[in-house]
């Protein structure tokens, strides 16, 4: 029997041998695949530390944002602070099965590819939102094949090593969401002004919708587009179970408010207002952590600025900038454009609604057009004009200012035009662009906090703050400090200076005569008048009296480390400060003699909240409080009745104006004991600001205008007394102790012990009044006070009745040397007329006077035989000048050494005037220094 056979061996053999070719391609086609595109596949292990560069907030005191700096503007957000509707919109929009698949959707990939085979080109890329995490984190945004297959390898790779949560978390803050925002929380800031948490699901879908083509989406540019996005966001999110029908129609129903944009630098900066605040904060974080961490490190930096006194203090400036130049005159456009260049542009341009103009404060250029009728001036007395955003007018409230001043507007002219707002509908202004400028400074005194800086006029026009980095002189905005030094010298409020002409030899053949602003002299003068006018030749002589190196070793007590050149203007405010500087200097008086350094930042933390930097109070005693509360008491009286009345509230101001010579710098420094202000007007250029244009006439209108909307909820606060501070009666010409009620006597303030000391008459009443104490009465009204039997007299005191001065008449009023009543003169004087002070053609004569000498006016004691220097009541023989009642600018033959005396304890003789006593010389000085500032 045949045996039967079996299956043919070869064909068995194929099947093994296919199977392990395949196997051999399969697993060569793995290498080579491996080899081609895998080798370099960078790690995602890297995703784990994951932190990007992170936009630095600037914060103002209440937490608005100031500024923001960033290279992407970007704010790492955790993925449990952005809301689940948040979330689910972008799922829905860019992967539906993001929580089913396992980093790479089979399905969409191959609907992707079919899209493309069909189109010719690559135009869909199914890529999941794993894989989007891949191509924006690691991988470049090219579109290839090579660069998918990467993807997708990787893709598989992250979800095995990242929880769902985690990749949605790398995703959310990485996507890019168009305006140059990166990420949810970037997004929501700028186009809503929102927290991400607080989005609703109307915005979150509108969100969603941005990341396939943020430009072509824009709520910004295409709102129709952008809803149409929304539209389908809201549909997936339905289709996903999501939201319910009723949420999604709701959505769709409700109506997209967008935030205002933000301004945007070209360095990577979005910054609102404050701008020259704001850069002071940029440099400081430059010089702190370096030329770009601050874009990146994600810095939150809280500030001391508040928004509200901010925006008064740049509404004050800019009015109070267009009130001095409306005073100085419109002095004609920039340049007149010939028509070739606007003609074309008028033809195109639309009418522009008043709804549509800039934001209120902006500056815009326009030119001049004729009307519809070709003229060029209305019915109503504006102007048509032409600007970037289309033709506007300038109405005849915003016109006639220049029409008074003569100008007659001409088709081209080049002007500048300010956007205001009136009854709540924006208007076009004439304005002028004449260069000027100002700065303010308002700090809280007690903490230094700087709660609103103007560094000048336009920030887009100039980046250079004139608040912190323009050096001025700030002339007689510098008294006070002169006067506060002098009164720890031993001078008091009362004390009496001549105001006198006086020469000062500052080498050889040069000499310098300080003049007042007003180019008159007004005699004994108190330290407060001087300070209350702003006299000059007082300034001078006071300094020349307390000693120049005395008053510059006691600068640095107000923080002035700048070196100062050591002549006697300096007392005139001739060197340079900025007003930063003079500010700091001026809390010293608010604080009642504590230095404050002004703060601008209070923290800064790292992207975490961690704290990085906490900046304190910083403060230290400068001077005593009552030598600060005298100064404040002085500084009063200049806001009250002296060169600083335009700066008058209905509550307690001290401050002083500042002139320089040929007007050029105008300043205004005052405060309240809640807020401290400073204010300087002026140009960059050397140049004056026109006439008229003094401190209390340009800088105070400023200062009173945002110091009124600054305390306007504030209280009524008085400057706090010290225990040591007592107030006394005594008359405001001659600095004398005076009755409660007599002609010309007033209150003033004196450290304890520094007080006059002679008293009235016994049957006169007056009183010595300490702080928180009223004066005694008895039942008839009148004051009760004790006489000292130890009180020191002066010249011609009259124990028995009033006091009386040398050549007085006991039958008529008090009078002094060279008085007349009449023709008749006061004991020993002269009968002729007498010439006033400021006469200087006239030769004053006074008790003693040889009229029958031609020699030129003689005095009591002159000896016409002797040298030529000039010798006065009590002058010795051998030439040896005593030193009172004798000029500062005359010099004696030989000087006898000084005694050392106290000012506070020396006996006053009559008509004593510091003037007359040398403490030291002045130095030589250069005789350019100005000398007739206020």
């Known amino acids: ?80 602070k952005i809301p689940r509707v948040v979330q689910l919109a972008f799922v829905a929009a860019e992967d539906a099965t993001f929580y089913d698949h396992h980093g790479i959707d089979a399905v969409s990939i191959g609907r992707a590819a079919l899209e493309n085979f069909r189109a010719g080109a690559t135009r869909q890329g199914g890529s999941t939102i794993t894989q989007q995490v891949i191509k924006a984190l690691l991988l470049s945004p090219e579109r290839s094949y090579e660069r998918k297959i990467k993807e997708m390898f990787l893709a598989l790779q992250l979800e095995r090593a990242l929880t769902k949560d985690e990749i949605l978390y790398l995703y959310l803050n990485q996507i890019y969401l168009g305006s140059g925002a990166y990420g949810v929380q970037a997004a929501a800031r700028n186009y809503f002004d929102k927290d991400v948490s607080e989005l609703t699901l109307a915005e979150a879908a509108l969100l969603a919708g941005l990341p396939q083509a943020p430009s072509r989406y824009s709520p910004r540019h295409h709102m129709d587009r952008a809803r149409a996005r929304q539209r389908y966001v809201l549909r997936q999110m339905r289709k996903a179970g999501f939201v319910t029908r009723e949420e999604a129609v709701a959505a769709e129903g409700e109506e997209i408010l967008l935030a205002p944009p933000s301004r945007k630098a070209p360095t990577g900066e979005t910054i609102g207002p404050a701008r020259h605040f704001v850069e002071y904060v940029r440099r400081y974080l430059v010089k702190r952590y370096g030329g770009t961490a601050a874009y990146k490190l994600g810095l939150d930096v809280y500030t001391t600025l508040d928004p509200v006194l901010q925006a008064e ?156 980095q323009a050096l001025r002189q700030p002339g007689s905005a510098f008294k006070p400090l002169v006067y506060t030094a002098a009164l720890d010298r031993g001078f008091t409020p009362a ?176 405060y309240t004991p809640q807020l401290l202000t400073g204010v300087w007007v002026g140009y960059d250029q050397d140049r004056t600001l026109g006439r008229t244009e003094t401190g209390g006439r340009s800088a105070a209108p400023i200062w009173k205008s945002f110091m009124q909307e600054a305390l306007e909820d504030a209280p009524v606060q008085d400057f706090a007394v010290p225990s040591d501070i007592i107030l006394v009666n005594v008359d405001k010409h001659s600095g004398e102790r005076s009755r409660p009620g007599a002609p010309g006597a007033m209150i003033e303030a004196f450290r304890r012990g520094t007080e006059p000391t002679r008293p009235p008459p016994a049957d006169a009443a007056y009183a010595t009044i300490a702080p928180g104490d009223g004066p005694a009465w008895d039942g008839d009204g009148s004051v009760v006070v004790d006489r000292p039997d130890d009180e020191v007299r002066r010249w011609g005191d009259r124990p028995d009745d009033e006091v009386r001065r040398w050549g007085d008449r006991p039958d008529d009023e008090v009078r002094r040397w060279g008085d007349r009543t009449g023709a008749a003169p006061a004991r020993g004087g002269i009968a002729e007329s007498r010439p006033t002070w400021n006469d200087p053609d006239t030769v004053t004569r006074r008790w003693g006077d040889r009229p029958d000498s031609d020699a030129g006016t003689r005095r009591w004691g002159d000896r016409p035989e002797a040298d030529p220097y000039r010798r006065r009541w009590g002058d010795a023989a051998d030439g040896n000048l005593p030193g009172w009642a004798r000029s500062v600018g005359e010099e004696p033959m030989r000087r006898p050494a000084a005694p050392a005396v106290d000012p506070r304890e020396e006996t006053n003789r009559w008509s004593r005037s510091l003037n007359t006593r040398r403490l030291s010389r002045p130095a030589p000085f250069d005789p350019a220094s100005p000398g007739g500032q206020m």
């Open 1 to 80: 029997m045949a045996r039967k056979k079996g299956p043919r061996r070869p064909f068995k053999t194929f099947v093994l041998g296919f199977g392990v070719a395949l196997l051999v391609v399969a697993g060569g086609g793995t290498a080579f695949l491996y080899d081609q595109f895998l080798r370099d596949l960078p790690p995602v292990e890297r995703l784990l530390d994951y932190e990007p560069p992170v936009a630095t907030r600037v914060l103002a005191a209440d937490g608005s944002i100031l500024a923001e700096f960033f290279v992407e503007k970007r704010y790492v957000e955790p993925i449990y």
């Open 495 to 670: 004390t009496v200076i001549q105001d006198t002409p006086v020469t000062y030899r500052i080498g050889p053949g040069q000499q310098w005569s300080p003049k007042n602003f007003s180019k008159k002299f007004f005699g004994p003068t108190t330290l407060r008048e001087g300070l209350t006018k702003s006299r000059n030749v007082v300034t001078v002589k006071l300094t020349q009296a307390m000693g120049l190196n005395y008053l510059l070793d006691y600068l640095p007590r107000f923080g002035l480390e700048r070196p100062i050149q050591k002549n006697l203007s300096i007392a005139l405010g001739t060197a340079e400060m900025t007003l930063l500087e003079m500010v700091e200097a001026y809390g010293v008086f608010a604080n009642l003699g504590t230095r404050v350094e002004p703060r601008f930042i209070t923290a800064i933390t790292d992207r975490e909240g961690r704290l990085l930097e906490e900046i304190p109070v910083r403060s230290e005693a400068a001077i005593a409080p009552e030598t600060a509360y005298m100064t404040v008491n002085l500084m009063r009286s200049v806001v009250e009745h002296g060169t600083g009345r335009r700066a008058r509230l209905d509550r307690p101001v001290a401050g002083k104006t500042g002139t320089t010579n040929d007007l050029r710098d105008a300043w205004f420094i005052g």
């Open 313 to 468: 203090a740049e509404r004050a400036v800019r009015e109070g900038i267009v009130e001095i130049d409306d005073r100085q005159g419109f002095r004609g456009p920039r340049r007149t454009l010939p028509a070739e260049q606007w003609r074309p542009l008028l033809d195109t341009a639309r009418p522009t609604p008043a709804s549509d103009l800039p934001a209120p404060g902006s500056s815009l250029d326009v030119v001049v057009v004729p009307d519809e009728r070709g003229g060029l001036r209305r019915a109503t007395g504006g102007v048509r004009v032409l600007w970037a955003g289309g033709r506007s007018y300038i109405g005849k409230e915003g016109f006639a200012w220049a029409a008074r001043g003569g100008y007659k507007p001409r088709a081209g002219d080049l002007l500048q035009a300010l956007v205001e707002e009136a009854d709540g509908e924006r208007r076009l202004v004439l304005a002028q662009d004449n260069g000027t400028q100002g700065a303010l400074l308002a700090m809280q005194p007690q903490t230094g906090d700087i709660v609103a800086m103007v560094g000048g006029v336009d920030y887009d026009q100039s980046e250079f703050n004139r608040a912190t």
